[in-house]
């Protein structure tokens, strides 16, 4: 008996006290899954706290979820490993990563697949019911086939992940169970992100963005403000700072804006990767090769402007210190430019009017194509008619290019067109003048993101005369700028006479 009552105190647990294993897109259970990769340094994966916090963010199940941290921190690391996780525990996971280029495509896929064929059970055998059902013979697969000749990996019970270079026309049809987009501060704009994000409801998705800090003026960086203004709750400690609202989850970590950029520990503060280490934060400073604009920007992860904007590397203060909105006056003298696209780039008209201290104000509007839908000018020519009879419009300033046709019905309606070829004499004329205008403070314009975004992406093309803007070159679109330069090129030449393009050309016939 007292054996008996020994083994009741001291003997196996009851079943209820049995410790249970935790459960699929828990923290606890993708630390205990991740343990099992191994790295390319022959160690297994092991989490720190500033990867625990986001993955919990990330399965508490918020839509979108962005980690905005320096160069260095395991990104892609992270990337690769919460891809594989979701593909293998979500059923039927459809898994896209979109990569900024080719070239970080390559690297993504190489991260996934390197963990597969270094990690055992990631490659071993096992029985596919999909296998089964498709009546295939052989049911015993790898749970993880990587093809890579395709940049795809897929999992024996039918996930997928596809690595692909970032184009919102390739990413259309798909509807992602989890989304990751990859250093997005480097795609031209996010419509690849948006494309996936409005897409998220129809399978209960998300989007996991993570990426270093971005050029001010890039959609990335303005969506990032954005995301900050509409903030429900922001917790700061230290360099980290995390902001929810109803959609989105934001993980930052940066030199606060009170810190030297210049002091190691402050930047080590702002590198939680247990691995960059003060010495090694030190050396790189050092280094010839090393610019303040890389530091800032990648280490420091502060948004910061690259010195070949046209504007020069104040351009965010200069643009912003002219942010004064004005109301356009009814009725009052008023130049437009008109910059006009085919397919896939945005159209813009920007018009300008005198404020009271003799300074030109602008005023934009800015249409962008759909995927595959180009722009309708019809729109736009019926903006320029509404423009007219509200205001009292002393020139339309367009590129014939793609704006002839219609500009020849406009000025039949009795609107002042004005030719203006993009030639690389008159376009140096123009932007010459509107730099000098913006630079001296004589423009002003009401707060337009995208505006700012257009002015902020154009980089200049030197000749033996002074300068252009590169479309080519520049870092997304800048048709804004364009049409700025046509309405303050004309608006500055007010007393000259404007007589119709189409009276030297005779006429046309449609």
């Not at 039927?92 to 963990?115: C, H, K, L, N, W």
């Not at 490659?123 to 697969?141: E, F, M, N, W």
């Not at 912003?320 to 004005?326: C, S």
């Not at 201290?357 to 759909?370: F, K, S």
């Amino acid at each position: 008996m007292q054996h008996q009552a020994q083994y009741r105190r001291h003997g196996p647990a009851s079943p209820s006290r049995v410790k249970r294993p935790p459960r699929p897109f828990t923290v606890s259970h993708f630390r205990d899954w991740a343990a099992g990769l191994i790295l390319d340094t022959d160690e297994p994966w092991h989490l720190q706290r500033f990867q625990t916090d986001f993955i919990r963010d990330l399965f508490a199940g918020t839509p979108e979820c962005w980690l905005v941290i320096p160069e260095g921190n395991g990104k892609t690391t992270l990337l690769a490993g919460l891809a594989l996780y979701h593909c293998e525990f979500r059923p039927f996971a459809v898994v896209p990563v979109a990569a900024a280029s080719r070239e970080q495509a390559e690297i993504m896929y190489r991260q996934a697949e390197g963990f597969v064929l270094r990690s055992p059970r990631l490659h071993q055998l096992v029985h596919s019911d999909i296998q089964a059902a498709k009546g295939k013979r052989k049911t015993d697969v790898p749970r993880f086939l990587c093809l890579e000749g395709y940049r795809r990996i897929n999992h024996a019970d039918g996930g997928r992940i596809q690595v692909f270079a970032a184009d919102d026309r390739t990413g259309d049809g798909i509807i992602p169970t989890l989304g990751i987009i990859d250093e997005p501060h480097r795609q031209r704009d996010l419509s690849l992100y948006r494309t996936w994000s409005g897409k998220l409801l129809k399978r209960e998705g998300q989007i996991a963005a993570i990426s270093t800090s971005g050029e001010p003026g890039s959609d990335f960086e303005l969506t990032r403000r954005r995301i900050h203004e509409a903030a429900e709750t922001t917790k700061r400690r230290g360099s980290f700072t995390r902001i929810t609202t109803k959609r989105v989850v934001l993980h930052e970590w940066a030199v606060p804006d009170g810190a030297e950029p210049t002091d190691i520990r402050a930047v080590k503060r702002a590198n939680p990767l247990k691995t960059i280490t003060v010495p090694m934060l030190r050396e790189k400073l050092a280094s010839p090769t090393m610019t303040m604009h890389h530091w800032l920007r990648f280490v420091c992860n502060r948004p910061t402007q690259d010195t070949d904007t046209w504007l020069g590397p104040d351009a965010v203060s200069i643009w912003n210190t002219a942010e004064q909105p004005l109301e356009f006056t009814a009725g009052a003298p008023t130049w437009v430019g008109v910059d006009i696209a085919l397919k896939r780039d945005t159209s813009a008209v920007v018009a300008l009017q005198r404020r009271d201290d003799d300074r030109w104000h602008a005023h934009c509007r800015i249409w962008a194509p759909e995927p595959g839908t180009p722009v309708d000018t019809t729109d736009i020519m019926q903006y320029l008619r509404e423009m007219a009879a509200t205001y009292d419009v002393e020139a339309v300033s367009f590129d014939p290019r793609f704006f002839d046709v219609p500009a020849k019905y406009l000025e039949d309606e009795g609107l002042p067109m004005v030719e203006l070829p993009q030639s690389v004499e008159r376009m140096t004329v123009a932007i010459g003048g509107l730099y000098e205008a913006i630079l001296s403070g004589k423009v002003t314009h009401d707060r337009d993101d995208v505006f700012t975004q257009h002015i902020l992406n154009a980089v200049p093309r030197f000749n033996d005369r002074g300068f252009t803007l590169a479309k080519s070159k520049s870092r997304g679109h800048i048709d804004a700028t364009i049409a700025l330069s046509l309405a303050l090129e004309r608006a500055q030449r007010r007393d000259i006479p404007t007589p119709s393009v189409y009276e030297s050309r005779g006429i046309i016939t449609v």
